[in-house]
């Protein structure tokens, strides 16, 4: 009996230790399954999810996205590259939270989770793996939507202006005709020195150049164009001088040599009536703006480090200041909504979880849609900060947590 008792003693140790190893092994086989199922459905779901978002971005940008085909495919490819980040950072915490209510729900209607229960598995052990992973997908949503997808967006900006003023000096060489907008208050475009009543009038004016050196044109023909298309004015100048804005994309056009002629309304005879003057020099610079990025990004397209630094330096005006806030506040949040929907979601899924998968994606679309639009419209009640953003965050993790507990 003393025999058998001080082999027991010499043994426990042992035994501890083979009974800690199994229970070891079998949690890394249990979080390895985990990991493995919800990694790899968030990863399909992120890529659908992107792929839409992508898509939105791509019809905003088209004219721009075929300009940059018809230069070369590599530009164009560059773009669409420079439009992932903000499509990612959105894909990629909604696609983790419907990764995460397919996955468990699927399991609990195959009663696996059942199966774990029944075997001593709490569900701390295989939720843990999901938390953090949460966790990781949330900080990856909140770098890429406050810093890689503004500096991305500016990338694409400065991208887009090159290839607008390339195509503009392609044209200024080959005397093609360019056409502008101009709204008739000088407003967007301005052509100083015409007659009060043809300003209020122009819609449109084109230009052709003869032939250009550096920043010396040659007879520069400028036609202005009223709403009926309808012509308005000709002018014509031997000579002008042009100051290139690149940080606007504007140019501005110093004329010299000027005839001018000026189509006014229906006469006596019912022809129209015009007057022709000539000038030696214009007396004012004539402005066109090209309609490209500005150089100069307003404070909610900044990175956020950025932000902070120009913060600290006071470089931020109170309406800058308020944009940006609000810009980080919302996209902040919905980077965190990982973590805030991630209780919710694995709490709805060990209940309700249906074998169909299309029954487990609806309902974790239901329930990113209602979290995102509580967002948005608390987000613009509360404040022009957008702190109500965070409110979606707060309810959506409190009932989460409720839930569990129970």
Known sequence: ????????????PVFRFVNWFMKEAKSK?????????????????????????LYGNLSKNDEELFRALAISPLLFLELISLMLPFALSLGLPFGFSLAVIF???????DREV?????????RKLWAKPIFLSALAVSIMGCFASLHLSPVSRGVFE??????????????????????????????????????SENQKKMTRATMSIGYGVGDLWHNVRILTWGAQNELLSILHAKRATVRKIRDKGAIELSLSEVDYESLGGAADNGLKSS?????????????????????????KHMPFLEFLNRLKRDEIRDADYQRACFHFNKYASLGCAPVALCPLLLSLAVRRGRRETYSNLFTGVLICLFYFLLGTSVGELIGSNG?????????????????MQR
């Not at 009996?1 to 082999?7: D, T």
């Not at 022709?276 to 610079?285: I, L």
Request: charged content about 20%.
């Open 158 to 195: 400065e991208r887009v202006r090159e290839m607008i003023w390339q195509d503009f000096e392609s044209w200024v060489e080959d005397g093609r005709e360019i056409a502008f907008k101009v709204d008739g208050e000088g407003e967007q475009n301005f052509m100083g020195g015409l007659s």
């Open 114 to 122: 059942l199966a774990m229960q029944s075997l001593g598995i709490r």
């Open 387 to 403: 702190y109500g953003w965070w409110i979606s965050n707060l309810t959506a993790g409190g009932i989460g947590v409720f839930a």
């Open 103 to 109: 996955c468990v729900g699927r399991w609990s209607a």
């Open 29 to 53: 086989i249990i979080r390895t399954y985990v990991l493995r199922e919800i990694l790899g459905a968030t990863l399909l779901s992120t890529l659908v999810l992107t792929a839409i978002l």
């Open 1 to 12: 009996m003393v025999l058998m008792g001080w082999i027991l003693l010499r043994t426990w």
């Open 275 to 299: 007057s022709f003057v000539s000038f030696k020099k214009w007396k004012q610079p004539i402005s066109f703006s090209l309609e490209t990025p500005q150089t100069n990004r307003d404070a």
